[in-house]
């Protein structure tokens, strides 16, 4: 239920307020993220399968930590006046900073939830994989 949630609200919300660049990647990660799913929720389970979903997960990983390490740095730099240098005001960088890690928080946290879910269900059919 949380997991729908967490899936749903921030994606309706995004179209009442029509940022269309979070639906874009939304769309994206949601897109991809079904087609892995399904594999993993097959029976009997592809002997491809979690190879598969290990590294659509991995690289989600990935870059989720990357998006939160950079969105770090540009506010780190911002509050140590590095805007100033780039004659940028600090409220542009503060703005992309938030925006990255939001980005690595929040895709970093739904593929961490649908990780889960696809290797609980590959574990309980693990002993059915079929060729």
Partial sequence: MTLLAL???PFVLSLRSQYWRFIFFWLIFSCITALVMRKALRKPLAGTTPRLVYKWFYFIYKLSYGLGIIGYIIMMFTFFGLNFVFNQPPNVWMDVGLLFVFYGLYYGVLGRDVS?????KMAAHVGEMGS
């Fill in 7 to 9: 899936w749903i609200i």
């Fill in 116 to 120: 889960e879910i696809c290797t609980d």
